[in-house]
């Protein structure tokens, strides 16, 4: 009964419900929901009384069980097996995993609004990641139905630029989200590629330095040369000479 099984792994709360969907929609198909969703095992009954069928019965139930707790340890991080090794069946698996991972919707709104306001580009290369994750962050918010105010997101994505970004945008209160967005990257090019010219003309200068001060040291080790080599002759002309 083995399967060629694999979907993006648990990491944690972040990825808990599309991994959750995944890895249901998988044991759906394969009839084996019956394992994830209640203690199925636990209401199979067997003893020296039971028949040649019941006993086979059971048995195919314990290696179905064994392949869906299989699965799931397969499509987990390695951080999270640790904490499933020890659960007996695939129901128990599912239960710690959800103990530990699942969030209702409310605490992930407030997981989301405690991490925009507390999310800041570090460094300047930064800005557009930090700003995507802000944007993307707002559009988990409204489609749960907890839209900020326009001038709140604004406040926001300002608040996570550095500090060279907040000197060059502009915003005003009839301003939209999405036009203070193309405001932050369009500054945000212009710096780099003035950051990026900036930095080849002092490569450039810094090259032509070196160049130039090689041309000084040959320069200087010529003359040398050629000092020494005179100094040489007139030494050889005068012992020739008495």
Known sequence: MATNFSIDKLTGSENYPIWYAAIYDHFKAKKLTKYVTSNYLATLKISESSTANERKFYDDCIAEDAQVCSDITANVVDRIKFFIKDSPNAYAKMQKLKTLYY????????????????????????????????????????????????????????????????????????????????????????????????????????IQKSKDNLGQTLIILKATVLTTFLMYEIMINKQNFV
């Not at 507390?118 to 559009?139: D, G, K, P, Q, Y």
């Not at 550095?162 to 009839?174: A, G, I, M, R, W």
């Open 103 to 206: 969030i209702d919707n409310s605490a992930l709104c407030g997981m989301w609004i405690k991490q925009l306001y507390t999310i800041r580009a570090n460094s300047f290369h930064e800005t557009m990641e930090v700003i995507n994750e802000i944007c993307e962050l707002f559009r988990l918010l409204k489609t749960s139905s907890m839209d900020l105010p326009k001038m709140e997101k604004i406040s926001i994505m300002y608040d996570a630029l550095p500090k060279e970004l907040q000197d060059k945008v502009t915003f005003s209160s009839s301003m939209e989200v999405g036009t203070f967005y193309t405001e932050i990257k369009d500054k945000y090019t212009m710096l780099f590629y003035s950051r990026e010219r900036k930095s080849n003309y002092i490569s450039r200068i810094s």
